[in-house]
C-alpha cells in the first residue's frame, strides 16, 4: 500500500472535488526513516501490545527479505525455511504470512490504520512533517533496523 497526500478528496452532491494541500513532504532521507521508526515506536511497541507486535514485525521482516532475495512472496512451502531466520515466537505469524500474504494478518491492517491516522493528524492539525508515500514492507523494515 502506498500512500500520497497532497490532494484531499472532498464528496460533495455525488461528485468528489480535491483540495490541494499545502506541506512539506519528506523526501527519502534518514529524517524520514527515523520518523517512520519513531511514529512506530510511540504507536506499537509501548504498553501491553508489544510482545505480540513485535513478533509480528519479526516474521514481516523475515518474509520481506525472502521476498527481496527471490524476487518471489513465499508460500507455505516456503515457511520452514524462513522460521530458520526469524524468532520461534515469530513462527505462527510466518505461517499466516506465508499462507496469505502480509495482508491477512490484521497487524498489518492495524499499521496501516495507524500510520494512516498519524499522518491525518499531522496534516489537520499541521504539528509534525506527515510521513506520506510509505509502504508495508519498508515500514518493517524501517522499524526492525538495528
Request: glycine residues 8%; proline residues 4%; contains cysteine.
Amino acid at each position: 500500500m502506498r500512500c500520497q497526500y497532497r490532494e484531499l478528496p472532498l464528496n460533495s452532491g455525488g461528485s468528489s472535488t480535491f483540495v490541494h494541500l499545502e506541506m512539506d513532504l519528506l523526501p527519502w532521507t534518514d529524517a524520514k526513516r527515523t520518523l517512520i521508526a519513531s511514529t512506530i515506536r510511540s504507536e506499537f511497541l509501548t504498553g501491553d501490545q508489544h510482545v505480540q507486535f513485535h513478533r509480528y514485525l519479526t516474521a514481516g521482516r523475515a518474509v520481506v527479505e525472502f521476498q527481496r532475495s527471490t524476487g518471489a512472496w513465499p508460500t507455505e512451502a516456503n515457511a520452514p525455511q524462513i522460521k530458520a531466520s526469524a524468532d520461534r515466537e515469530a513462527h505462527a505469524f510466518v505461517d499466516q504470512m506465508c499462507k496469505g500474504g502480509l495482508g491477512s494478518v490484521p497487524e498489518t491492517i492495524e499499521l496501516i490504520g495507524r500510520l494512516i491516522s498519524a499522518d491525518a493528524l499531522k496534516i489537520l492539525t499541521g504539528s509534525g512533517h506527515p510521513i506520506n508515500n510509505v509502504n508495508v514492507e519498508e515500514a518493517i523494515l524501517i522499524a526492525t533496523a538495528q
